[in-house]
């Protein structure tokens, strides 16, 4: 029996069933917001933004009165596609990827008169995008779009940091992943490059020819100047003492019309004597 009343208690089931309502109502009206990480959180009263924002983690609320929007704060990639021409009127097509993110701080700025990511990319970065690239490129030749092409990136980053910022659009970084011309003028870029490429290789050969034959001819002047030097500096003398340092102890077979030997003097002395012959004549 105390089991029945226990069960059938009127206090009890009536603290069950509150307790049932107030978590309904939680799940139904959500007194609190959780901001999840890489967020932010824009708070509205019947719809009105308030200057609040909302950090990461739950926050209590007033439900009913108030909502939270989440936006996302987290660096972002857009694709944006253009097409202008060049300070010589030739046809440019350019995709250029954006990183971008909202500035936390102003996210319920930004909120209220644009609107969330998607709106952000259509009404403000696409169009942003398009007419900083069309301006950039059409002070440029382009030829000097094409080797220049870092100095353009650098201006259409710059440009588009200062345009964006206005709206509370952070640019992390602006990348030109492709830059095409019209297939007519890059047949004609390629016909130029070959031709420059011709052109220095054909100045190579003739500088080489003519380092060639300038050695030749330094070699034929430092022979010369050798020949010159040498009849300068040669005597009887040394025509002798170059005959005796070449002489190897043999007596020529067949003797001159005066049968006397060159630039040797020999004593019949010491030839029958063994002893070594007397010095070169003078």
Do not use: C
């Not at 959500?30 to 909302?54: C, D, T």
């Not at 009887?236 to 007596?251: D, M, P, S, T, Y």
């Amino acid at each position: 029996m105390k089991d029945a009343k226990f069960l059938y208690n009127p206090t009890l089931i009536s603290y069950i069933v509150g307790g049932l309502v107030l978590v309904l109502a939680a799940i139904l009206f959500k007194p609190f917001a959780i901001v999840n990480p890489g967020e932010r959180g824009v708070v509205m009263q019947f719809g009105k933004v308030l200057p609040n924002v909302l950090d990461e983690g739950i926050h209590p609320i007033v439900p009913v009165v108030n909502t939270v929007k989440t936006i996302s704060v987290k660096v972002q990639k857009s694709d944006v596609q253009s097409e202008a021409s060049s300070k010589d009127l030739q046809d440019v097509k350019t995709l250029a990827a954006v990183n971008w993110h909202i500035d936390p701080k102003r996210v319920n700025e930004v909120y209220q008169r644009i609107g969330d990511e998607n709106e952000l990319l259509n009404r403000i970065i696409a169009p942003a995008v398009s007419e900083v690239v069309k301006a950039s490129t059409a002070r440029k030749t382009a030829e000097e779009i094409i080797t220049q092409r870092t100095e353009l990136k650098q201006e259409i980053d710059t440009t588009l940091k200062e345009r964006l910022a206005a709206y509370g659009i952070l640019v992390d970084d602006v990348s030109l992943v492709d830059i095409s011309f019209s297939p007519e003028f890059a047949k004609a870029i390629e016909s130029k490059q070959i031709a420059e490429q011709e052109a220095k290789r054909a100045d190579f050969t003739a500088l080489r020819a003519e380092k060639e034959a300038q050695a030749e001819v330094n070699r034929a002047r430092g022979q010369a100047e050798a020949q010159r030097l040498q009849r300068q500096t040669i005597s009887a003398e040394l025509l002798q003492q170059q005959a005796i340092e070449k002489w190897n102890g043999q007596f020529p077979m067949v003797m001159g019309g005066s049968n006397t030997l060159p630039f040797i003097n020999l004593n019949p002395s010491n030839l029958s004597s063994g002893s070594a012959p007397a010095a070169p004549a003078q």
